[in-house]
């Protein structure tokens, strides 16, 4: 039906836009129009599509509310709002024909039924409505083909109109981002306290399945997945900031353009690398080596899961962002302030410690920030690597937990979705986005004043 | 010389947002006369000869009152389309800038952009006539689609010219339009001004004292904003009025 | 007075650090690379059994079953003393459950010609790592291998009768419980449903955004806001992303789980800001010369806009957009969150199925207990990485070749 309809309205659209072409073309021959023909055809062709689609969209969004609404009144003898809610998306799904099951309940054939009914009626409604005002509109643009009439202007404006509405389009999925985390978040504060969520001391989010059983309640405190987070953030910092930063330092001050032009570009494939390439890679190799590496030191209490292991396998990974960001950063001190010192006397890493990295500090400063942020927000690796127990531990060779490693686990295999075990899932991804925006925020803000600074 | 009069500035000020660069200028610009608008540096020349075919627009902190009428009516008004008073008044600026594409299709972009021929063997005989106009047929018939980016700088702001008068316009402004090119180009440029002032209304801007001297036949001078003068050449360069003008023309102020 | 020599020992140590420092970053690289090439490689053969059939032309394929068929002629192959239980399991358990379904489809072949001599049959996992040398032999046993399979094993061996073939099953299978079954075309076509719902989405959306941004949005607090927003969306973990299609995609439209649409559309929302901010980059870059001369002509904006400025800038755009859709091909963490990590044995026929995604099967695959599935897991990779190999070198084409001089 909703195909049959398309294709006519698709096919009025395509009529008016030659019919009017033609027409201004005709007009054309002997005055010079405003706008040229093909725009006139665009505006009826506008005309006839937009509006009708726009009401299509909309009419389905309101049937749905509406029919779903009724369909409620089927199962009234039921007290629990979510098995309601349950029973009428298998209706629903029923008719749509996504499932076959059918559920034991003396309302549901009758629902069903009632739920063809009422689609029948709508989309035949929704067929002549539609179409009516799709004719109507194109009967109505035929009466503006004159040299006058500004076809174009109208024509631009929609454009323009389609532009705004992509930029804004972002701010909806920043908006997205924060009310569908913080909508959760807050349901997820009703069942645990928020001091208990963040100071909490405990992190063990299985729900039992029985009420008599140990631990029933799970508890949600925290403090030990966000400290496996820093520890093992830090442990990639400590990684890619050194290696990170002198080998930006090697290629911007001392490597000949020739090495330069190879190495940086080979650095930065570390960037291309997918993550979960490297959760592999932590996995089949640096895990194998740490292990032999501990067995030969003789420590013995090492971690097949250590915080080491994906600490510094995800410092691997954020080498390039170190590099590449510090590189930038030191490329855009002026060249007369090198000049000035190498002048003076000074070796070019004298020239360097005391001149170019005081005058780029901030931008190298912006760029750890930035890196810190990446190594907060990284999954896969620590999904592969880490482990899903959080200890309160800052012992590298302990197994610690992340936030995302949370998320991943919470969130894939079974779950009930209104379980605070589930919730909590929104709560750590709440506390995630805000704090790596912060950071982006602050470093960003700090790398461009210190661009001001050189401009 | 007819004597009509094409063009009418009246009380004209120009803001780029609280900075005023032009101050209360009246000017009269007469059909199929060339009109040389000199002065120093940042005088408000570019800003003037842009209010005329309202390329100002584009600059969003711009704002103008009083009024410029064209044929009596003022481009500013409500009703007035800027495409349509672009058509009429044609602009060639002081870079050459001739578009990414062949020669013909830069001369064709307009003429297709509005609409204004019906066949390919109409457009042909546009761009052909535009091209000898400026001049370049003869120099590029053989390779109409090359690129446009290809020619040397003075082809390529002769280009421009054929581009500007393949739309057909009534007038053309040219902004310093030789001051990017060689003593050799500049005169052929300036043949090509005192040939096309038989069927155009011309405003140039130039810094070159001889070049206003040698091609316009009104002159109008400038200064911080103001207009100091204005009149025919022959009196502006041998009788100014005004001390400023004088210290211009004579080199003192630069 | 510092001591020259002492200075130029510094500037020596200095210099070492730094030389230090890049090769330890390009050795990384190079490790990591050498490790997935060297386990991965064997992933693109597999172990083959010969088994003897002797089925003349006159016999009606149709009433051989193939299972009890296939076993009973592999055991024929053998000396008379495999008669215990144990024995003939051990014997069997060396051809892979596949076998039969390669005999099927055999029979079907050939319904009307006879089918005698040595056929080759896919092998189980065990013996597959065996004979690539993935596991030794230690004393009488190899891996799960036990000691009287060995002994088959070298039966086998002496007569020639297992041998390394190219693995069919690798481009063409979807995912498997059995390692040598397990392929990967069904992730590869979920993860191209998904990237062409994420192009088709992100890619108009964001350049009409950057066009609007740079050219038509007047500077103000709104326009700063929106820029400062895209900025910071670019550096939301992707994980967030994966959150948000749950909550929109999954809970609010009730869209499928596991589909690639909604793999597509999260992934999408993901490459919009990148795509954005290298959009508006290569925009900025046109010269606004040629920009001003169209609007001279009596161009409007908008058509300056699709006249020249976007054409323009196109090379610049694309490239942007190839780097997006490279990143986004190997994004994993957002895909699980809405449930493109099922175990899903069937190749997708379009993008509303369930589905999984290249990466997300390496992450599967690494995941497995099954050691046969390492092998796999690198050769999946490797696979990405070409994928990956391929779109830079597009982007690099794209630009070589639409850049022009002005
Ligand atoms: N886009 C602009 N924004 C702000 N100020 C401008 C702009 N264009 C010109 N101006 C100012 O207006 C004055 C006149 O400039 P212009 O017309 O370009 O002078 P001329 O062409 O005579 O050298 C100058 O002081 C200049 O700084
Ligand atoms: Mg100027």
Known sequence: MIEILLITILSLALYGFALNKKKAKVLSEINILHSQPHYHGLYTAFLTIVPAIILLISWSFIMNIIMGANLKDYFSDITDAGLVEFYTNGVIDYVEGTTDAIIDHVGFIPAVEYYQSLQKTSSILQFIVTLTLALILFRYSMRFVEVQFKARDHIERVVVIIMRASAVFAIFVTLGIVLSLLFETLRFFDSVNVFDFLFGLHWSPQMAIRADQVGSSGSFGAVPVFTGTLLISFIAMAVAGPIGMYSAIYLSQYASDRVRSYAKPIIEILAGIPTVVYGFFAVITVAPFFRDLGAFLTFTNMSSESALIAGSVLGIMIIPFVASLTDDALTAVPKSLKEGSLAMGATLSETTKKVIIPASFHGIVGSFLLAFSRAIGETMIVVMAAGFAANLTFNPFDSVSTVTVQIVGLLTGDQEFDSPKTLSAFALAFVLFFITLILNVISLSIVKRYREQYE | MTEQLKLSIKNLNVFYGDKQALYNINLNIMEKEVTSLIGPSGCGKSTLLKCINRMNDLVEICKTDGQVLLDSKDINDASQDPVLLRMKVGMVFQKPNPFPKSIYDNVAFGPTLHGMTNSKEELDHVVIESLSKSGLYDEVKDRLFDPGTG?????????????????????LLMDEPCSALDPIATAKIEDLIAELKEQYTIVIVTHSMQQAARVSDRTAYMHMGELIESGLTKTIFSNPQHQKTQDYITGRIG | MNNISSRNQSEKRFQFYGKVAVTLAISFLVILLYNIFSTGISAFQQTYVAVKLDIPASVDKKSINPRSYLNKSFLEMFPPEVKSRNERKAVLSLLSKGAKYEFQELLEDNESSSLQGYFWFLASADLDMYIKGTVKRQGDTAGRLDEVQMQYVDILESKNLVELQSNKYLFSAADSREPEMAGIRGAIIGSLYAILIAFLVSFPIAVLSAVYLEKLASKNKFSDLIETNINNLAAVPSIVFGLLG??????????????????????????????????????????????????GLGASKVQTIFGFTLPLAMPGILTGTIIGIAQAIGETAPLLMIGMVAFVVDIPGGPMEPSTALPVQIFLWADSPERAFTERTSAAIMVLLVFLVLLNLTAIYLRKKLEKKW
């Open chain 2, 151 to 171: 020619l040397s700088g003075g082809q390529q702001q002769r280009l421009c010219i054929a581009r500007a008068l393949a739309v057909n316009p009534e007038i």
């Open chain 3, 246 to 295: 749950l909550a929109i995609f999954l809970n609010f439209f009730n869209l499928p789980r596991s589909a690639p649409l909604v793999g597509g559309l999260t992934l999408a929302l993901m490459t919009l800001p990148t795509i954005v901010i290298a959009s508006r980059a290569a925009i900025k870059s046109v010269p606004p010369s040629i920009e001003e001369a169209a609007i």
